[in-house]
């Protein structure tokens, strides 16, 4: 494990185990507090699955892989975050940190909710991500509450290396392999009532 540090990723902190996987902690060149707080209510899509891969969660796109924003209802904040992720060297810090090449990667950002009940099975992520990079929007998470980012050794959910919690000012690399198995514990119905948060920047494979 070593610890560099970065602008607008903040502090890196780099592992090989089980996969190629970064976690981040602040200070961002951004205010995640400032994105929590115009984190919008609306706008959401409820998307589920059964299968081989699972899930429950809202999604609402910020940025679509043609670079179109989708954002004109919030904050300016969000119109500068996703400014800041799209440009030359955001792209080149990310290359320097990983080991691989975006410069030419379509892009693509996602807002996501997590209410009770949500949960993300074990997976590897589809051949045509790269590198995918999230930051953690919620001020408090309750320690009980799950909605921890599992890092796993397999697709075992109980294969559990490293947990993750998704509060502000912290954030995760996923290096996409074969072995790259992650998940989300269900959010459970507590009297927090937490929903968890986050935005996600997706790092495409170049078309040849």
């Excluded at 976690?23 to 961002?28: A, K, M, N």
Aim: charged content about 25%; proline content about 6%; some cysteine.
């Amino acid at each position: 494990m070593t610890v560099t540090s970065g602008t607008f990723l903040g502090a890196v902190e780099s592992h090989d185990e089980p996969f190629t996987w970064f976690r981040l902690s602040g200070p961002f060149a951004f205010d995640p507090g400032v994105l929590a707080d115009r984190f919008p209510a609306t706008g959401f899509t409820a998307v589920q699955a059964e299968g081989d891969k699972s899930y429950s969660m809202n999604v609402r796109p910020l940025l679509d892989r043609s670079e179109r924003y989708l954002g004109a209802d919030l904050d300016q904040a969000w119109r500068r975050f996703v400014e800041g992720v799209t440009t030359r060297q955001f792209r080149d810090l990310v290359a320097r940190t990983t080991g691989h090449a975006v410069s030419e990667s379509q892009v693509e950002v996602n807002l996501w909710e997590y209410g009770p009940d949500c949960w993300l099975s074990p997976h590897v992520d589809k051949p045509d991500k790269v590198v995918t990079i999230i930051y953690y929007l919620n001020p408090q998470w309750p320690a009980g509450n799950g909605g921890n980012l599992l890092i796993l050794a397999s697709s075992r959910p109980d294969d559990v290396v490293q947990r993750v919690r998704p509060v502000h000012g912290t954030g995760v690399i996923l290096v996409r392999s074969d072995q790259s198995w992650h998940a989300v514990e269900r959010v459970r119905d507590s009297e927090a009532a937490a929903v968890r948060r986050s935005v996600q920047i997706i790092f495409y494979r170049e078309e040849v």
